[in-house]
């Protein structure tokens, strides 16, 4: 096919698609809003996360509700939960806008996308429903913590299956609509996740390690020395 068919196609009844002039290949529109939009609203995604930790050295999001960690818990989780979906809103608006590649318009790439959506998806969910509310809203930095530590699946086939699964969706979305800029926006997701954990894996290892530490304590000072 001629690129000037092909360009006919891509464009038709859309935005036309700019071309690199050495290959012919679409780039992405860096010029749209939306996707400054869309990228600020990935890093303020994490915002509440990042809050957290001053949560539980002086529990101020407690105090906000009251003195009830369950109901700071239950109101940072309708936080996190409203940001996400104002974010995957700014995301699909973004790839409306930008331009396709040729090479992620094949049923291929189609199938591969399902496939990408559909495995991020049940990460997501079995890690929720693993977790629950408190689990999964980070209800350790409130105090409320698990009794065990949770190694079925999916945290048997990745530690932090929630960001995972939601860069495999952003990347599967990118894909099915074919358009580079999402796969950008997803290696930015990734970055930010992987920094996220970084950050996050310690503080909370640290949280469930001195509730051990005191649990031991505590049985060491009820035996009776012999």
Not at 44 to 66: F, S
Not at 81 to 92: A, K, M, Q, T, V
Not at 197 to 219: C, N, V
Request: glycine share 8%; proline share 6%; hydrophobic share 40%.
């Amino acid at each position: 096919m001629l690129p000037q068919q092909l360009h006919s196609i891509l464009s038709s009844g859309s935005k036309p698609i700019h071309y690199d002039p050495a290959y012919y290949l679409p780039v992405t529109d860096f010029s749209q809003q939306h996707r400054c939009s869309s990228r600020y609203s990935h890093s303020t995604d994490h915002i509440p996360y990042d809050l957290t930790p001053p949560e539980y050295h002086n529990k101020v999001l407690t105090k906000l509700a009251g003195g009830n960690s369950r109901y700071a818990c239950y109101g940072l989780a309708v936080a996190i939960f409203s940001l996400g979906i104002f974010r995957d809103f700014l995301y699909e608006r973004a790839l409306r806008d930008q331009p396709s590649h040729p090479l992620l318009l094949t049923p291929l790439a189609t199938y591969i996308s399902y496939g990408l959506i559909a495995a991020g998806n049940i990460l997501v969910l079995s890690s929720m429903w693993a977790l629950g509310v408190t689990g999964t809203y980070l209800g350790d930095y409130f105090g409320i913590l698990m009794d065990e530590m949770v190694t079925g699946f999916p945290f048997n086939v990745t530690s932090a299956p929630m960001y995972y699964g939601s860069t495999m969706s952003f990347l599967g979305t990118a894909i099915l609509f074919g358009k580079p800029a999402g796969i950008l926006l997803t290696v930015e997701v990734l970055v930010v996740y992987l920094l996220a954990l970084r950050f996050e894996d310690p503080f909370t290892s640290g949280i469930y390690a001195k509730r051990e530490k005191a649990r031991a304590k505590k049985g060491t000072g009820g035996k009776k020395e012999l």
